[in-house]
């Protein structure tokens, strides 16, 4: 994905929140879910925005679905930043 999806997908503050969480560890939707004060449905659309812009990960055990931190895609993002303030 490109650098504006990932930062559109950034841009939400429930994302970012989930990001939070997910630098911990991986976590099942409920366990998400849990920290948030909106329905299942919305968490499951802020994790699939997150998904798209590969953020983060997911990975089925049995009936539930983990999700994790894609830390490259992230590292990618600073070292942009870090090229457009001119740092080496």
């Known amino acids: 994905m490109g650098l504006q999806h990932t930062l559109k997908a950034l841009s ?27 329905t299942d ?11 798209d812009a590969d953020l983060v990960r997911d990975t089925r055990v049995g009936k539930f679905i983990y999700y ?12 942009w930043v870090r090229d457009l303030k001119g740092e080496e």
């Open 12 to 38: 939400d503050p429930i994302r970012r929140e989930i990001l939070n969480l997910l630098k911990v560890g991986r976590l099942s939707a409920g366990e998400i879910s849990e920290h948030f004060d909106v």
């Open 41 to 51: 449905a919305s968490i499951s659309r802020h994790l699939s925005v997150l998904k």
């Open 68 to 79: 994790e931190l894609n830390a490259s895609v992230l590292e990618e993002i600073l070292l």
